[in-house]
């Protein structure tokens, strides 16, 4: 998309703050960080956003959009659960990795 709408550059950018961050942030913090920082989806939500034409009032509700049904889960189970545990299921990919198909060379 960013090649497509001649934003290639930004979106470099972006990568590279991506790829570096996490040892800038171990450094900065040393061993107290138990586990490593990594950028998420939200990281690059703007930008796509952006690329698509969509205006930047917008961009706070549809990230609370896609994430309230998962904020009231987490209410629930914090009242509901003696222990106020938040519950995260463990996920585990048991496929082998496979390689791209474009779109247009999919059955």
């Given amino acids: 998309m960013a090649?497509?709408?001649g934003r290639l550059e930004e979106f470099k950018l972006?990568?590279?703050i991506e790829n570096l961050a996490p040892q800038i942030f171990?450094?900065?913090k040393g061993d107290k960080v138990a586990k490593r920082v990594c950028?998420?989806?939200d990281f690059y939500s703007g930008f796509v956003y952006n690329c698509v034409g969509i205006k930047?009032?917008?961009?706070?509700?549809?990230?609370?959009?896609s994430r309230i049904a998962?904020?009231?889960s987490h209410r629930l189970e914090k009242l509901t659960f003696d222990a106020g545990r938040i519950i995260r299921p463990a996920?585990?990919?048991?496929?082998?990795?496979?390689?791209y198909i474009h779109l247009k060379g999919r059955v």
Avoid: R
């Fill in 3 to 5: 090649k497509e709408k």
């Fill in 56 to 65: 930047e009032p917008l961009y706070t509700p549809l990230f609370a959009m």
């Fill in 39 to 41: 950028a998420n989806i």
């Fill in 26 to 28: 171990y450094d900065f």
């Fill in 91 to 99: 996920y585990k990919n048991v496929f082998s990795q496979q390689s």
């Fill in 14 to 16: 972006n990568e590279m």
């Fill in 70 to 72: 998962g904020w009231c």
